[in-house]
């Protein structure tokens, strides 16, 4: 009986010296930004994006979040311009990540309306009178003037869709991990008209 005691006391004791002993317990992660800097102020049509995209999973409406994504573009006048449309379409959309075959595609917007790999979304057309968005390109003293016109846009994105070797699946049904790719829009100017002065590229 007396043993049994005292293996009692022991464990108690080593028990309660345990909780009183003070932990410290750290974690360290390694953040990477791909980074560049780059100045263009001689292209007849420069876009810049200006906040990159983050895609959250709500759990509770089993989807991931939307994003607005703003970007400034410039344009150069071209004296002798009559007519300014510009246009855009989604060059790549798809992210992926290393360890499955899962993919997310991003749905690309403006105005509403998704824009196609296959064929162009118009965004300003001064024939046509669309310009919801980029007005100040529609005006021609941006168009046909002498000078640079910026403006900002925004485009809404989302992920429209997920795949799993190849088959569509619910975002409830991919596993937990991180998505990554990039989204590529292209965007054409197209100026019609009698030009005199050189052409700026």
Not at 11 to 25: H, V
Not at 39 to 48: E, I, Q
Not at 66 to 87: H, P, V
Not at 150 to 167: D, Q, W, Y
Request: charged share 20%; glycine share 6%.
């Amino acid at each position: 009986m007396k043993k049994l005691t005292l293996a009692l006391i022991a464990a108690s004791a080593i028990g309660t010296t345990t909780l009183a002993n003070a932990e410290t317990r750290t974690a360290n992660a390694m953040a990477s930004w791909d980074a560049r800097a780059v100045k263009d102020t001689n292209s007849m049509l420069a876009v810049t994006p200006l906040k990159s995209l983050t895609f959250n999973y709500a759990e509770g409406l089993e989807r991931f979040s939307a994003q607005d994504g703003a970007f400034d573009i410039t344009i150069a006048g071209q004296s002798g311009a009559r007519d300014f449309k510009l246009t855009s379409k989604v060059i790549s959309n798809t992210l992926s990540r290393a360890n499955d075959d899962s993919e997310l595609t991003v749905a690309v917007k403006w105005n509403g309306t998704e824009l196609s790999s296959n064929n162009d979304t118009v965004l300003v057309d001064t024939i046509e009178g669309v310009s919801a968005g980029l007005d100040a390109f529609a005006q021609e003293s941006a168009y046909a003037g002498s000078d640079r016109t910026s403006t900002r846009g925004v485009f809404a994105f989302n992920i429209a869709k997920a795949t799993l070797a190849g088959a569509e699946v619910a975002f409830k049904e991919l596993t937990d991990g991180y998505w990554d790719g990039n989204v590529n829009v292209e965007f054409a100017a197209t100026w019609t008209g009698t030009f005199t002065e050189s052409l700026t590229e």
